[in-house]
C-alpha cells in the first residue's frame, strides 16, 4: 500500500466491508470519546479535534484528486479521510457520549443524503469535489449538536 493510499485510508480504514465511510466516522467518535473518558480539558480536546480535521482535510484536498484521476474514478470508496475530517468538525461541539452519539448519526445521515445543496458540493473537480461535501455536512450537524446541547434536558 503506497503512503497515499494509506493516508486517503485513514490508515487503511477505507477498506473495511461493508461501509468504509461508517467505520472512518466511528473512529472519529471514538477518538472523541477516548478524549472525553480520559479527562481531556476543553481547550485540548478542541485541539485535538481540529488538527485532525485540518490534517486529513489537506490529506483529501491535496492527495485525493490525484488518486481518483489515477483510478478513473471522482471518488474512490476506499478514500474515508474526508469523512475522517467531516466527522470530527462535527464532533467539535459533542462535549459528552450523548452528544457524540448524535453527532455521529446525524453526520452519517447528511453525508448519505447530502441535502440542502451539499450534493453540488461533490461535483468541484479534484479533491475539492471529494472533501468539501464531507466538511459542509460538518458544519452542519456542528450547529445541530449545538442546539441540541443547549435545549436538552441535562440528566
Do not use: H
Not at 9 to 21: D, N, R, V
Not at 59 to 79: H, N, S
Not at 134 to 149: E, N, Q, Y
Amino acid at each position: 500500500m503506497s503512503l497515499r493510499v494509506f493516508l486517503l485510508s485513514a490508515g487503511g480504514i477505507g477498506f473495511l466491508p461493508p461501509a468504509p465511510g461508517t467505520w472512518a466516522s466511528l473512529a472519529a467518535g471514538l477518538l472523541n470519546g477516548a478524549c472525553l473518558a480520559g479527562g481531556l480539558p476543553l481547550r485540548a480536546r478542541l485541539g485535538v479535534l481540529a488538527s485532525v480535521a485540518l490534517f486529513f482535510s489537506l490529506v483529501t484536498y491535496f492527495l485525493g484528486g490525484k488518486e481518483a484521476q489515477a483510478r478513473g474514478t471522482r471518488d474512490p470508496r476506499f478514500i474515508v479521510s474526508d469523512e475522517v475530517s467531516g466527522q470530527t468538525l462535527a464532533l467539535l461541539p459533542a462535549g459528552d457520549l450523548v452528544e457524540t452519539f448524535v453527532a455521529f448519526s446525524l453526520f452519517r445521515v447528511l453525508d448519505v443524503l447530502k441535502p440542502c445543496g451539499i450534493q453540488r458540493l461533490e461535483k468541484l473537480p479534484g479533491g475539492a469535489g471529494i472533501l468539501l461535501d464531507d466538511l459542509a455536512s460538518g458544519v452542519a450537524t456542528a450547529f445541530a449538536v449545538l442546539a441540541f446541547s443547549l435545549v436538552r434536558p441535562v440528566v
